[in-house]
């Protein structure tokens, strides 16, 4: 609960990922600690959430996994 009530003032990014090793890319997350959230299966790949403030490190991991 603590963690929605701060992402919910700090603001929150949906993004979506497509193609490459997706599940690579949520494992590379929980190892950095970004929590992502509201994970959805899409035909290309998933939806998610992330805190804004964690955006910026998900090009690097999403790099890597090829999505």
């Given amino acids: 609960m603590r963690g929605s009530f701060w992402n919910f003032w700090s603001g929150a990014v ?6 490459g090793q997706g599940e690579r890319f949520l494992n590379s997350c929980a190892a ?7 994970v959805v299966p899409t035909p290309t790949g998933f939806m998610a959430q992330v805190p804004a403030r964690d955006y910026t490190r998900l090009h690097r991991l999403a790099r890597k996994a090829r999505c």
């Fill in 14 to 19: 949906r993004f979506e990922i497509q193609g």
């Fill in 32 to 38: 950095a600690d970004i929590p992502v959230q509201c």
